[in-house]
């Protein structure tokens, strides 16, 4: 493997990102044939750089090592999504992004579970903390719509339902269930 100089950690490949962003951003308000060709040749480098990793993605296909090594690196998994080649399937990496969420969320006392994947939408559980009914709710159903999205982002939607109610108690008198005690009085009235 080649040496680790010149290598980024994943702070530095943050920065990056962000410094790219910033910049296609400055380019896309620049009128002009230049702004033009400078936006080209990033997206054809894109695109070549997503071909070698689609290339290493089929080379690792079916060796379940170094394709888990693949999908295990957030910045890779990250590219593989953004290229359409992940080789998880949506209803494997909506789940693994679901018990992500419920790891952070469960400090707040919120629990998070799938319910399924269907066509293009993730139908999640959610069970609010001590708080119940607070307005944390609606931003721990958008923590959970973005760890799902990010894992997902072919699905259209994420739909993100409430516990179900516990069933109701039904006292056994109402349903005409009496206690053994009042039943043998009954017999012993007609003995």
Do not use: F, N, W
Request: net charge negative; proline share 5%.
């Amino acid at each position: 493997m080649a040496e680790d100089a010149g290598r980024l950690d994943d702070t530095a490949v943050e920065q990056r990102l962000s410094l790219v962003d910033g910049l296609l951003g400055q380019l896309e308000q620049i009128p002009g044939r230049t702004a033009e060709l400078a936006l080209q040749a990033v997206e054809a480098v894109v695109d070549v750089y997503g071909e070698a990793l689609c290339r290493v993605a089929d080379a690792v296909a079916d060796d379940p090592g170094p394709r888990g090594a693949l999908t295990a690196d957030e910045l890779l998994r990250h590219l593989m999504l953004l290229h359409r080649i992940h080789p998880d399937p949506p209803a494997a990496r909506v789940a693994r992004a679901v018990d992500d969420a419920a790891a952070a969320l469960r400090s707040s006392g919120a629990r998070v579970e799938l319910v399924e994947v269907r066509d293009d939408a993730a139908v999640v559980r959610l069970t609010s903390g001590s708080c119940g009914t607070c307005g944390d709710t609606a931003a721990l159903r958008g923590v959970v719509r973005d760890e799902v999205l990010a894992a997902a982002p072919e699905l259209a939607r994420v739909d993100v339902v409430g516990a179900e109610p516990a069933p109701a108690l039904i006292p056994l008198a109402a349903v005409g269930i009496r206690r053994a005690a009042d039943r043998s009085d009954k017999l012993r009235g007609v003995l």
